[in-house]
C-alpha cells in the first residue's frame, strides 16, 4: 500500500522533513509520486523508514525501559527486524541486478544494430564509389572513341595525300 509522506509522518508521530531525511537513504524503486503529483512511499520503504525512526528516537532519547528479563525478546525482535532488512536489502540487490542485466542486454543490442548499420553504410558507400569508377571509365572510353574517329576520319585523308 502506497503511502504519502504526510500519511507515514502523522502514522510515526515526527515531523515530515524526519521522513525525507530518512528517504534519501531509501533506493529510489521504494517511491513514486501518486496521481496529484504526491511523493508516495511503498509498503516495503515504509516498513524500513519506521524501522529507522524507531531506531533513532530509541538512540536519541536514550532510555532503556525494558527490564534485563525481556533483553532476549528484544533481542530476537531486533534480529528478526535485522533479518528482514537483509532479506530486504538481497531483494533490492537483486531487482537492480536484473534491471543493469536487462539494460546491459538493451545497450549491446544497439550497439550491435549500429555496427550492422555502419558495415552497410560502408557497403553502400564501395559500391557508389566503384558505380562512379565505372561510369567515369566507360566516359572515358568513349571520350577516346570519339576521338579517335573524328582522328581516324582526317587521318585517312591525310593518309591518302602522303
Same mark, same amino acid.
Given at each position: 500500500?502506497?503511502?504519502?509522506?504526510?500519511?507515514?509522518?502523522?502514522? $510515526? +508521530?515526527?515531523?515530515?522533513?524526519?521522513?525525507?531525511?530518512? *528517504?534519501?537513504? @531509501?533506493?529510489?524503486?521504494?517511491?513514486?509520486?501518486?496521481?496529484?503529483?504526491?511523493?508516495?512511499?511503498?509498503?516495503?520503504?515504509?516498513?524500513?523508514?519506521?524501522?529507522?525512526?524507531?531506531?533513532? =528516537?530509541?538512540?536519541?532519547?536514550?532510555?532503556?525501559?525494558?527490564?534485563? =528479563? =525481556?533483553?532476549?525478546?528484544?533481542?530476537? !525482535?531486533?534480529?528478526? $527486524?535485522? @533479518?528482514?532488512? %537483509?532479506?530486504?536489502?538481497?531483494?533490492?540487490? +537483486?531487482?537492480?541486478? $536484473?534491471?543493469?542485466?536487462?539494460?546491459?542486454?538493451?545497450? +549491446?543490442?544497439? *550497439?550491435?544494430?549500429?555496427?550492422? @548499420?555502419?558495415?552497410?553504410?560502408?557497403?553502400?558507400?564501395?559500391?557508389?564509389?566503384?558505380? %562512379?569508377?565505372?561510369?567515369? !571509365? %566507360?566516359? =572515358?572510353?568513349?571520350?577516346?572513341?570519339?576521338?579517335?574517329?573524328?582522328?581516324?576520319?582526317? +587521318? @585517312?585523308? %591525310?593518309?591518302?595525300?602522303?
Amino acid at each position: 500500500m502506497q503511502k504519502t509522506i504526510k500519511q507515514l509522518a502523522d502514522e $510515526l +508521530h515526527v515531523s515530515k522533513q524526519t521522513i525525507r531525511y530518512h *528517504l534519501k537513504s @531509501l533506493p529510489v524503486n521504494f517511491t513514486g509520486k501518486d496521481n496529484k503529483n504526491r511523493i508516495t512511499v511503498n509498503a516495503i520503504g515504509a516498513r524500513l523508514i519506521k524501522e529507522k525512526v524507531v531506531n533513532k =528516537s530509541g538512540n536519541v532519547t536514550g532510555k532503556k525501559v525494558q527490564q534485563k =528479563s =525481556s533483553l532476549p525478546v528484544n533481542d530476537n !525482535e531486533q534480529l528478526k $527486524l535485522l @533479518l528482514q532488512r %537483509i532479506d530486504t536489502l538481497e531483494q533490492t540487490y +537483486h531487482e537492480q541486478l $536484473l534491471s543493469k542485466d536487462q539494460e546491459i542486454a538493451r545497450l +549491446h543490442d544497439t *550497439l550491435d544494430q549500429t555496427q550492422k @548499420l555502419l558495415n552497410q553504410s560502408q557497403q553502400l558507400q564501395l559500391m557508389a564509389e566503384k558505380k %562512379i569508377n565505372k561510369l567515369k !571509365e %566507360i566516359s =572515358s572510353n568513349k571520350t577516346n572513341k570519339r576521338a579517335s574517329r573524328k582522328k581516324g576520319w582526317w +587521318h @585517312l585523308i %591525310i593518309n591518302r595525300n602522303d
